[in-house]
């Protein structure tokens, strides 16, 4: 329906834990008019920054997103990336990833998102962030945070889309990383009352969305009746 | 030598991936003087904590470690209690300690020192410090740290020897947990240029110790010549 109006589309996600092409086929799967090109995502964005500093990675991520980085030289690593690594974050591999960033003169860490948990169907899990904050800790780095909410990230989805922020706007469940992020951006701001969503968000200290919306459904009922 | 001269002596120690019993084995194998009375150690210090406060704690210990928590109640648990771990640090027990964590209203987390990373023989590894900063971010928690350099261990070290902090001198290779930890309490601190000392300590841009020494038997010579 928003296609078919005539606005532009950009599917912007902190999905770690697979390709975009997996993750694409997952959404086709429910029904969604999607393709590769239209998805922003974490391990495009972060290759670039690769490239264009010539950084060569240690990687800590998760298996399937390993084939996002084929064509990227690892070799003799001078950064680490992390990402959702799930049961790739062994205690062998985490010293590991620690101990290539403090052989570094100035340790580089770059990290796929810094969500603080997210929740599967076997309970809540600890995201990236949890473990970018220990090796931030125990090297005395800052990691540079590719995804949402950097505002890097929702830039190049508007570049991208050839729109202004003050023309977009993002629909999202996470008040911080997809409300908060796409605001300090200059977008507005649709949180949706359904996935990751919680009641104590309505309550949140620094952000708060231009409106709130039952579900994506609705999102796009509000957006097309403002058009 | 210390003891022989009549000065009071006590072993403060941040030690958690063993009992006393077993650290004090270990140092008496070394030809040390010393008995577990004698030691000031993070996890009693933490038992006393959980029993005012009638807390129960889920444990992410290392195994050795278990044994000095044998008479607290830890059904139904009200709180975390961390410690180097070690090779319990898996991607399981990490998200298990969380839930429990995120699932009280307000999350108790109690860590048994703050260290970065210590050295092994097969290389560096990330000490308790960074995987209590994981699980802060996660629950968006503060933990209490007990163990060097907490005010309150060295205090609890003079309250057991009956000295106030002007007249005690504390004795360390950690140029933070060990000298600030001291000189914050009032006491003043020898770095011994062995073990855990770097030369860059040296340009700490917060921690000077009193003096240097080679090592732990020129502390001692310092310290008798000075009687």
Do not use: W
Not at 7 to 32: H, I, P, S
Not at 44 to 64: F, G, M, Q, T, Y
Request: glycine share 8%; hydrophobic share 40%.
């Amino acid at each position: 329906r928003i296609k078919a109006s005539g606005l532009k589309l950009r599917f912007c996600t902190n999905e770690t834990q697979a390709t975009r092409e997996n993750f694409v086929k997952k959404l086709q799967g429910m029904g969604f008019d999607i393709s590769v090109a239209e998805v922003t995502a974490p391990a495009p964005a972060a290759c670039r920054i690769l490239k264009e500093r010539s950084l060569r990675p240690h990687l800590l991520v998760h298996n399937d997103l390993v084939p996002e980085f084929a064509e990227i030289d690892k070799a003799n690593p001078n950064c680490v990336v992390i990402g959702d690594a799930a049961e790739n974050f062994t205690y062998a591999n985490l010293n590991e990833a620690f101990r290539v960033l403090i052989g570094m003169e100035k340790p580089v860490l770059i990290s796929l998102g810094r969500g603080r948990y997210y929740k599967e169907t076997d309970g809540l899990k600890l995201d990236v962030g949890a473990y970018m904050k220990a090796l931030e800790y125990a090297c005395d780095v800052q990691a540079e945070v590719v995804g949402k909410p950097a505002k890097m990230f929702f830039e190049s989805a508007l570049a991208e889309m050839g729109v202004p922020p003050e023309q977009a706007i993002m629909i999202g469940d996470d008040i911080v990383n997809d409300v908060g992020g796409a605001q300090r951006c200059g977008m507005r701001a649709l949180q949706v009352r359904t996935g990751k969503y919680r009641p104590c968000d309505e309550n949140h200290p620094h952000v708060k969305p231009d409106a709130y919306v039952k579900d994506l459904a609705e999102a796009v009922d509000v957006i097309l009746q403002h058009l």
